[in-house]
Nanobody, 116 residues
Framework: QVQLVESGGGLVQAGGSLRLSCAASGRIGTVNAMGWYRQAPGKQRELVATVRSGGSTMYADSVKGRFTISRDNAKNTVYLQMNSLKPEDTAVYYC??????????WGQGTQVTVSS
């Protein structure tokens, strides 16, 4: 089994920063892509950012220039540095890992709340 454990969520004022972490453990094998998704109340889950094992990244337009995704392959950990947070960033943030030949795994989610 593979476990993804997220941390770093919380309450922050608009304009503030938070850093999310997600560590993968268990029978990991080869982790291809890791990423962050979010789901706000009443909305569908959406992509925030992804990073592949080679380091290439992709961001949602809404977070470009404010969020930075990074990865420590040795620790099977992915980070999301979130700066200049806005109230519309409020959501539950989920970590996802894509493992070669095994599929996708999700974390339990961490709440991020941005107050105006």
């Amino acid at each position: 089994q593979v476990q993804l454990v997220e941390s770093g969520g919380g309450l922050v004022q608009a304009g503030g920063s938070l850093r999310l972490s997600c560590a993968a453990s268990g029978r990991i094998g080869t982790v291809n892509a890791m990423g962050w998704y979010r789901q706000a109340p009443g909305k569908q889950r959406e992509l925030v950012a992804t990073v592949r094992s080679g380091g290439s990244t992709m961001y949602a337009d809404s977070v470009k220039g404010r969020f930075t995704i990074s990865r420590d392959n040795a620790k099977n950990t992915v980070y999301l540095q979130m700066n200049s947070l806005k109230p519309e960033d409020t959501a539950v943030y989920y970590c996802k890992a894509t493992i070669t030949f095994r599929g996708n795994y999700w974390g339990q989610g961490t709440q991020v709340t941005v107050s105006s």
